[in-house]
T-cell receptor, first 111, second 112 residues
Framework: DSGVTQTPKHLITATGQRVTLRCSPR?????VYWYQQSLDQGLQFLIQ???????AKGNILERFSAQQFPDLHSELNLSSLELGDSALYFC??????????FGSGTRLTVV | AQSVTQLGSHVSVSEGALVLLRCNYS??????LFWYVQYPNQGLQLLLK??????LVKGINGFEAEFKKSETSFHLTKPSAHMSDAAEYFC??????????FGAGTRLTVKP
């Protein structure tokens, strides 16, 4: 157990739907990062939050959004889902720049 | 902008042989460099990290990596491969206040 908790582990939904992925960071970590991993795109950085505020944005689609709550957990919202959004979504947390701790991911399948 | 390039998407070695996974980085400032391992259906696990201290970094499971500024490289090695080393390996780079950028990954296969 890495200390970073992601729920749900698996999610199957239809095109056009909206889903929410949840991440609880390791205790004491203020930064949360979201990554998308797919076979054709590899590991893509989506977005970072630090202590509730957006810190950096990567290749995140406009249909996607995220937030970090006062208790530091984070949610990634994916809407108007397309088949191409099927991927593994990872959350990672850190308290400094010396390495991230990853959760075990949420596997999203859009049918 | 920072980036890493992993040379070879697939590497196959025999059990007991040397493992060498290549990573070159691009960074305009001194980088922090990392190697992560991903086993099937799992998240990424930190193997080792370079943060401007010793250039030869030792990690878990017998892996080590050497930071070579002149070659902009941070190759991962292990003297003797074990079957349990079969996994996907990712090199990553970051710097203060920047997010971490990952390479495309190298799948290591270990043959008996």
């Amino acid at each position: 157990d890495s200390g970073v908790t992601q729920t749900p582990k698996h999610l199957i939904t239809a095109t056009g739907q909206r889903v929410t992925l949840r991440c609880s960071p390791r205790s004491g970590d203020l930064s949360v990062y979201w990554y998308q991993q797919s076979l054709d795109q590899g590991l893509q950085f989506l977005i970072q939050y630090y202590n509730g505020e957006e810190r950096a944005k990567g290749n995140i689609l406009e249909r996607f959004s995220a937030q970090q709550f006062p208790d530091l957990h984070s949610e990634l919202n994916l809407s108007s889902l397309e088949l191409g959004d099927s991927a593994l979504y990872f959350c990672a947390s850190s308290r400094d720049h010396y390495g991230y701790t990853f959760g075990s991911g949420t596997r999203l399948t859009v049918v | 902008a920072q980036s890493v390039t992993q040379l070879g998407s697939h590497v196959s070695v025999s059990e007991g042989a040397l493992v060498l996974l290549r990573c070159n980085y691009s960074s305009s400032v001194p980088p922090y460099l990392f190697w992560y391992v991903q086993y099937p259906n799992q998240g990424l696990q930190l193997l080792l990290k370079y943060t401007s201290a010793a250039t030869l970094v030792k990690g878990i499971n017998g892996f080590e990596a050497e930071f070579k500024k002149s070659e902009t490289s941070f190759h991962l090695t292990k003297p003797s491969a074990h079957m349990s080393d079969a996994a996907e390996y990712f090199c990553a780079v970051t710097h203060l206040n920047n997010d971490m950028r990952f390479g495309a990954g190298t799948r290591l296969t270990v043959k008996p």
